[in-house]
Each structure stands twice: as C-alpha cells, then as structure tokens.
C-alpha cells in the first residue's frame, strides 16, 4: 500500500522541483546578473557541495567499485551538467533586461532530441526515420518561439540572439550529462551520483574561477544578492534535484518529461506577473509546436525503438 501511493505521489515531486527551476530562472537567478557568471556558479556550486558532503561521507567507500570509464563519466557529467551546461544557462538568464526569459526556459525544453541523437552518436543507437520528422519540427517550432517572424541579427544590439544561443549550448550540455549519467547510474544510487556531480563540478568550476581569475569579484556581492544564493541552495539547487530524482525513480521518462512542462509553465506565469512581458501569438504557436512535438517524441519512443528492432531482425 505504501508504495502504492509513492508512485501516485511521484508525479508531484517532479512536477515540484521543474516549478522550483522555474522560479529560479525568472525570480531568483535575474538578482545576480551583475556579478560574474563564473562567481554565481562556483558560490552555488560549492555552497551545495558544503551542504551535503556531511550526509554522504560514509559513502566514499564506494567508489572503489567505479572503474576507468564510470570515473570519466562522472567528469563528462560534473563537466557538461554542472559547469558548462549552468554556465551557459545563467549567461542566458542574465540578459533579462533584453530578453523574455521564458524563451530561454522553454529552449530547454529541447534537451529530449538531444539527448536522443547524443545517444545515437556516442551510444550507436539506431534513431526512427519518425523520431528525425518531430524532432526537426521541435527545433522549428523552437525558433518561431525565440524569433516570431523576425530573422536573427547580430548587429542590432538585441540580445534575442545571444540569450537563444548560451540557452541552446546549455541544452546541449544537460542533454550529454543524461547520456553519461546512464553509465554512472548502473552501480551508483542516484542520491550518491547527484552528490559527486556537484563535488567534481565544484573542484571543476575552482580551477575556472583561478584560470579566469575570478576570486576578487566576491568584494561585489550584496547582502541581497547573498540571500538569493542561500535561497537558491536551500530551493531550487540541490533540494529540487533530489525531489526530481525521488520521483522520477517511480515515473517512466515519458511522463516525467510532461510533468517538467511545470518548468516552462511556471516561466511564463512568473514572466508575465514579474515582468509583465508576454509572448507574441506566433511565439505562442513556436512554443505550443515545440511542446506537442516533445510530448509526442517522449511518448512514441519506446514504440519507435521497437520498430528498429524489429527491422533488424527482419534484415
């Protein structure tokens, strides 16, 4: 009975934390576009760490079991998911005075395709001639969303462009920290994997901040800006990965992409009461294109791979 009801329960855990992202995105994060993105990463980066190494020490044990290609995993996950992927997220987020930032959410919303082609290219998947039609429809509906009718111009001094394409990079990034995290997860738990991602991320985003010698940029932060870093460590950082991973152990993948849908959904509504900003009709066609063509691969999936494998077995 008990477990009858986790899994009723576990849509809401993840349909929370993709809220909790939301907010971070178009509430909290905005506060520190004046300080440097590789400071605002690092502080939340280690900070998370600091929070929870206490809880995992007696875990360490463990990674004796992890061989050579599982250690360059976990690096492929700390690398493209904490740093790269969060780098290029927060750049994206810190135009908020040129930009709705709900576009930028919605761009991550088109980490699915890419996890798909990244497993097809790294793992030698086969991909389904039906998966590359929705997919380039996703990436078409992407662009009304971000662009309207307009063409991009780099000379106008509209940050449209730029924002779209830290937001694109990050997607990219979080999309190949899924593919690698498949072949972490096979021995580890995937509360002790969340840990060492932010571990290697923080030991990662230190020897940025020293190579780009960002440390003398703290004397900048605010007490304001200070709070926004404790509520996001408390919030929307580590506490939103783990209510995530709590309930997509009990959620297939397909109905834990729709319930991230709270993600992008969350964006527009804050969007619109923070900032008062709203989007065109034809970004609202690009956007509900890019969702039904997401839904639409996430469910069908399985179905497709199916069908791949049964052309093998017929050739």
Known sequence: MREEIKEKLAPYFVIMAASLWGVDGIVLRPYLYQLPVTLVVLIE???????????????????RILNFKEWLALGAVALFGGAVGTLAITRAIFYVNYVNLSVVVLIQKLQPVFAIALAALLLKERLSKKF????????????FMTFGWRLPNLFTGDKTVQAAGFAMLATISFASSTVFSKRLLRRIDFHFATYLRFLVTAFIMLLIALVSKTFPAIRQITSQQLLV??????????????????????????????CELSFPATAILLEYFVRH??????????TFVLIFAIVRISLRMNEWKKEIKEENVDN
């Open 277 to 286: 900003r709203l989007l065109d009709p034809v970004q609202w066609l690009g």
């Open 229 to 258: 870093f404790i509520l996001i460590v408390f919030s929307t950082g580590a506490p939103a990965i783990f209510l995530y991973y709590y309930g997509l152990r009990k959620i297939p993948a397909s109905v834990a992409t729709i």
């Open 132 to 143: 590359l039609k929705w997919a380039a429809l996703a990436l078409l509906g992407a662009y």
């Open 45 to 63: 980066t280690c900070l998370a760490t600091l929070l929870m190494t206490p809880f995992f020490l007696r875990y360490f044990k463990r990674l």
